[in-house]
């Protein structure tokens, strides 16, 4: 099973990916999260792209790209994979066709930007492991602490206000075009954002026949 999850930022991509990796066994392959860890461990690759990601704009299209073709080669990768946060563009989307990477099914998790502006302020993310959080809807057993890894929760700084703006601008006028890039292919099914996280799984999985 290889699967995109599309959605604009904070539309819960990220915590269903987590619940979709267990249940489907596959893994999740996040170019938000493996970014921001390049910039903790100050890698070429995170000194090149720190300024962007605090903007909220987008990286590079060829720095992704050479980033998912490392990384589905992986071993963990053979069954599968679900994409989280990429492509977020139809040139990576092209890219990602031309160097024979396919899926089965792309779900976006349609949500209003109200409810994003609202959402984004509780929003917490492990420094270490890059789970995330919300203050409200998902909070930790034991607050500012990862459950997982034990790391410790940050808000991200692309998660205030005026950053979240950007990040929508930017996610309606690069990304959403995918939707019809892959309607056309026959691969989008399209799910609403339900009361709970666990009601959102329940319909992603329904639309791709689990
Ligand atoms: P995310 O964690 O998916 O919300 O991504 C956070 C930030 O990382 C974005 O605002 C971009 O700056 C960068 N980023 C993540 N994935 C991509 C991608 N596929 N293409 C370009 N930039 C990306």
Known sequence: MKLILLGAPGAGKGTQAEILCKELKIPTISTGNILRAAIKAGTEIGKQVEAYMNAGKLVPDDVIISIIQDRVKADDCKNGYILDGVPRTIAQAEALEKVGIEFDNVISIEISDETIMD???????????????????????????????????????????????????????????????????????TVENQPTVAETSEVILRAIGR
């Open 119 to 189: 959402r984004m302020s509780g929003r917490r993310v492990c420094e270490t492991c890059g789970a995330s959080y919300h203050l409200v809807a998902v909070p930790p057993k034991v607050a500012g602490v990862c459950d997982k890894c034990g790391g410790k929760l940050i808000q991200r700084h692309d998660d205030e206000p005026e950053t979240v703006k950007e990040r929508l601008e930017v996610y309606h006028r690069e990304t959403e075009p995918l939707k019809d890039f892959y309607k056309k292919r026959g691969l989008l099914k």
